[in-house]
């Protein structure tokens, strides 16, 4: 229905009304009836006109104009097109106006208006296209204020595909990546307040994906994979809603590793009490450093301040949503922080605790070569030994 139909319509009825006021072959109470009907008929009418015309989310266009240049045509047709969801006749008006005035002052909005048709179109395959269009208008148009909007879109598009912990992260890394070079590139845009809560967001689901693999390996037994896992998640992630709980099975887990990680399991202890002081945990944990001799820290008064918010603003699911979420594929958002700042980097994995890293072994095998080049040495063996600290669970599951 076109915005001419419905005004049309509410014309007949009012002329209808007006020919049965005075009509004089029916009698005045049929005539009074036949009046309060068209009346409510009327009124009706006037509020479907009102929603029709003026409570759909027309398109967007910042340059519209009475002008009556060939371009200009083209490229009100197309918006026209897409608000009609003829995505791709407007795609094709769109094309033919860059193709045609390659100098036209529209040829910005243009491209940008290829990508929201495909944005507008959904899908994973429209997705991706809208994804590739807003990128080439980045590259092409650095500097326009739509800029930063089209990389905003493109964390969208990621965002909204995200898939729970226990899935595939593919979308929740790339949204991570795309968010973050947002706020890299664009630093005084108005979308950098939501892009950090976008990234809390992605971020609480990335962790929680690594935080239930180092749970699981350490209930399994393998100690040493599960403290790595669990040492990445509190090192990177520190607004992640479970870094507490993290911390202290991962304190638990260098304990069940041997007196040679007394140390880490203490420093996860310390950074437990100091970094979240309104945790369950943090009594537990100050009896294990007073069991280990190490001092108590002072909570940190800005982490303090950071989960006492986050806390209260905390949401949980209902009994409805925790019914139905299970069938669900999208994460649970309920628990994300809302205040702090996000990772600024990638997620990187630590080292193992006990092995060493690459660049320390190949420091040693240097300075091994440059004592044995020493005249009247032999020469150095090509066979290297590296001694790691024997893992205690490794070693009861092998005699298992």
Not at 12 to 18: G, I
Not at 19 to 37: A, H
Not at 92 to 104: A, E, G, K, R, W
Request: charged content about 30%; glycine content about 4%.
């Amino acid at each position: 229905m076109t915005r001419e139909q419905p005004l049309r319509i509410c014309a007949e009825f009012s002329m209808k009304l007006d020919w049965l006021r005075f009509d004089s072959s029916k009698g005045e109470v049929e005539i009074l009836k036949t009046r309060y009907f068209w009346t409510v008929v009327l009124t009706v009418c006037l509020t479907v006109t009102v929603a029709v015309t003026g409570c759909r989310k027309a398109y967007d266009n910042p340059i519209a104009n009475n002008s009556e240049q060939p371009d200009k045509v083209l490229f009100d047709k197309a918006i026209n097109d897409i608000e009609k969801r003829k995505f791709e006749l407007a795609r094709l008006t769109l094309q033919t106006l860059i193709n045609t005035y390659p100098d036209s002052e529209y040829i910005a909005k243009a491209k940008l208006a290829i990508a929201d048709s495909w944005y507008r179109e959904g899908g994973r395959h429209a997705l991706a296209q809208a994804e590739a269009e807003y990128k080439d208008f980045i590259t092409f148009f650095p500097t326009m204020e739509e800029a930063a909007e089209s990389q905003m879109k493109v964390c969208e598009i990621h965002y909204e595909q995200m898939q729970k912990a226990d899935r595939d992260n593919t979308h929740a890394l790339r949204a991570d990546q795309e968010c973050r070079q947002l706020i890299m590139k664009f630093p005084d845009s108005v979308f950098i307040e939501s892009t950090e809560q976008m990234l809390r967001d992605i971020q609480e689901v990335i962790a929680e994906g690594e935080y239930r693999v180092g749970t699981f390996y350490a209930k399994k037994g393998s100690f040493r994979a599960g403290a790595n896992r669990l040492q990445t998640v509190t090192d990177h992630y520190p607004l992640f809603s479970q870094s507490d709980h993290a911390l202290w099975l991962l304190g638990e887990t260098y304990e069940k590793m041997g007196s040679d990680f007394q140390k880490n399991a203490a420093d996860s202890y310390a950074k437990l009490v100091r970094d979240y002081p309104l945790s369950p945990y943090v009594e537990g944990a100050k009896e294990k450093l007073v069991a280990f001799d190490r001092p108590i820290p002072e909570p940190d008064a800005e982490m303090f301040e950071v989960m006492k918010y986050n806390l209260e603003h905390r949401t949980e699911k209902g009994r409805l949503g925790k019914t139905f979420g299970v069938f669900s594929g999208k994460p649970d958002l309920e628990r994300v922080a809302k205040r702090g700042k996000p990772a600024s980097g990638p997620l990187i994995p630590t080292v193992p605790a006990g092995i060493r890293k690459m660049t320390d072994l190949s420091s040693s095998l240097a300075a091994d070569t440059d004592r044995n080049k020493e005249p009247g040495s032999a020469e150095p063996s090509a066979e290297v030994t590296v001694e790691t600290v024997e893992d205690p669970s490794e070693t009861k599951l092998g005699s298992e």
